[in-house]
């Protein structure tokens, strides 16, 4: 009888440690963070993203820190803060961009905007995408429930 309580406690421990959903209302204790990298079209520029108990990126160009590691995160108006504690993501999505945009108001008539995407989609519901251009990136999250930009 002892011994099936230990294997029992022991079996119910494992489950718990390396459980990586919160379906058990508990901190993913053994949950790796996972990186993510994107380039731009020259290749002088990187970026990386971090995915583990948060979200962070850093941006490097010509072997020099741009940006150090940073939380990125974002608080909606009814308090939802985006993404939460161990956000888990789905898929991750790496398309070039090459397009041109004609322009009446510019000092060109022709705006040519490369860059190279990465968008990470998540389980609970959105996704951010980054973009990396040759001279900057951007970033933003998209609300997927409702498909609009937020």
Known sequence: MRQKRRLLTILLVGIFLVSPSRAFGITPVLLKAKEFKASSPDGKT?????VGESMTYQIESGGLKI???SKIAMTLSDGTV???AYPSVRSENLKPVNNT???TVYK???VTDRYNPLVLTFREGY????????DGAATGFIQSCRGQSL
């Not at 990187?46 to 971090?50: D, G, M, Q, R, S």
């Not at 996704?127 to 040759?134: A, G, N, P, Q």
């Open 67 to 69: 940006i150090e590691p």
């Open 46 to 50: 990187w970026l990386k993203v971090t």
């Open 101 to 103: 945009i004609s322009t």
């Open 82 to 84: 985006i993404p939460g």
């Open 108 to 110: 060109k008539s022709v």
């Open 127 to 134: 996704s951010v995408e980054f973009r990396v251009y040759d």
